[in-house]
């Protein structure tokens, strides 16, 4: 198939002027560093107006890119205006998704309405069918993992990486606890922390292990917790129950008005317990890509994790029912083991550029008749962005610069309006807190 180098309208939602997760980024600027063609990027956290659809229509897009960043929770990050602009396109339609397993008849109405023609799912190819091909008009449906490795980063990520005798912590962990609606496999995440903490109790091992939400750790220092760790816990990301038809939820209010009492295993008894597993909801995190970049030996619940890890060759595979716990403490305890595992992981997981982002975009382009940049070079097509980088910086400092006219004093409202003149800052510049409106 020959490839086209029309211009891509890539579509995302940040988190206005908070940074992103660096996974999102990553991700995001993949499209841009790795495809040999011109790319508008519109933020949608950002307000605009009639001026950028005037710009938009002066472009002809050969493909749109709907980045998952949009699609995190209800409503969608797509304003109505964007959305009734994207309708009319007739260029080839992409989207990604993650957390799919809730919002389906959400998203199947934007993959009807907006004319989506190829999706990117974390679903394994065995669910495509029931999930998207039989309650949506798309035409095709194609599996993708949820982060891979970014090049610079393995460099820039190097400052905080020590060799093993000067990691004061022996095993670390982070996570928070997911709602049961979303079934025993969302609650893995904790439950792998408790009984680590239980059956290591009387070890001597330092730990560093934490599933509350204030815990979570972001940016530089997510890093230095990675870099200071000899081994971390993990689990298959995802859940283990998908509510393709959105009734869940409202099953397990309606029973928890009857019994308000009602515990977690009572709940999952009588109410979800029909519905886990019948679409198996697992993947990997990018964290595994993270881990092997540190240098961290993954202790890992057993399971599949998209084919990209295999117990025994890259992480020590720890049952779920902790039966082989005496195993997975001597391995902790002898640097040997260490060495071994994650020499490996790194070889096969990040130095063999398997699952960098640049062949994730060679793959992405073959799939969708576009052509990747050759191998050493970068983007060097004309690149448009909205909010333009420049003006994210303005507005990044406007709030610094305006909390002194929160105070009540002398020619405030004068002073604020030659800020705001000053800046050329118009009330639609701001993020919109608020997501879109459902069109």
């Given at each position: 198939m020959k490839s086209s180098k029309g211009k891509v309208l890539l579509v995302h939602r940040s988190s206005g002027l908070v940074k992103n997760a660096s996974t999102i980024d990553q991700h995001l600027?993949?499209?841009i560093k790795y495809i040999d063609a011109p790319i508008f990027s519109i933020d949608t956290a950002f307000n605009s107006n009639s001026k950028l659809i005037k710009k938009l229509s002066r472009n002809d897009f050969s493909h749109i890119i709907l980045h998952y960043s949009l699609f995190g929770y209800q409503p969608f990050g797509i304003p109505k205006f964007l959305f009734d602009f994207l309708q009319n396109l007739s260029g080839k339609k992409i989207a990604f998704f993650?957390?799919?397993?809730?919002s389906c008849?959400?998203?199947?109405r934007y993959i009807n309405e907006l004319g989506i023609d190829t999706i990117f799912s974390i679903l394994h190819v065995s669910y495509h069918k029931e999930t998207y091909l039989d309650n949506s008009n798309c035409k095709e449906v194609f599996s993708t993992l949820t982060?891979?490795?970014?090049?610079?980063?393995?460099?820039?990520s190097q400052k905080w990486v020590k060799d093993?005798?000067?990691?004061?912590?022996?095993?670390?962990?982070?996570?928070?606890?997911?709602?049961?609606y979303l079934g025993k496999g969302g609650k893995e995440k904790t439950e792998i922390a408790e009984k680590f903490l239980k059956f290591s109790s009387k070890s001597n091992l330092k730990l560093d292990i934490k599933t509350s939400e204030e815990s979570r750790l972001y940016g530089n220092d997510w890093n230095r917790f990675l870099g200071n760790i000899r081994c971390c816990l993990g689990v298959e990301s995802g859940t283990s129950i998908f509510d393709v038809n959105g009734i869940i939820k409202n099953e397990m209010d309606e029973y928890l008005l009857k019994f308000p009492e009602a515990k977690e295993d009572e709940i999952w008894r009588?109410?979800?317990q029909k519905y886990e597993n019948q679409i198996a909801y697992r993947a990997i995190s990018p964290r595994i890509f993270d881990s092997a970049i540190f240098k961290n030996l993954m202790i890992y619940y057993e399971g599949k994790y998209q084919g990209v890890m295999t117990p025994g060759v890259h992480f020590v595979e720890l049952k779920k029912d902790f039966s082989n716990f005496d195993y997975v403490l001597k391995v902790i305890s002898e640097e040997s083991y260490y060495d071994e595992f994650t020499s490996r992981s790194y070889d096969d997981l990040i130095l063999s550029q398997k699952y960098s982002y640049r062949n994730f975009i060679k793959d992405?382009?073959?799939k969708v008749d576009l052509k990747p940049i050759k191998n050493g070079e970068t983007n060097k097509n004309s690149l448009e962005f909205f909010p333009s980088r420049g003006r994210k910086i303005v507005l990044g400092i406007?709030?610094?610069?305006?909390?002194?006219?929160?105070?009540?004093?002398y020619g405030r409202e004068l002073i604020a309006k030659h800020v705001h003149n000053i800046l050329n800052i118009r009330k639609d510049d701001l993020p919109d807190k608020t997501s879109a409106s459902k069109k």
């Open positions: 600027s993949s499209f993650q957390d799919e397993n809730q008849l959400e998203r199947y982060g891979y490795v970014d090049e610079d980063f393995i460099v820039s093993y005798k000067s990691r004061t912590v022996d095993v670390g962990y982070r996570a928070r606890p997911l709602p049961i009588e109410v979800l992405f382009c073959q406007y709030p610094y610069l305006t909390k002194p006219f929160k105070r009540n004093f």
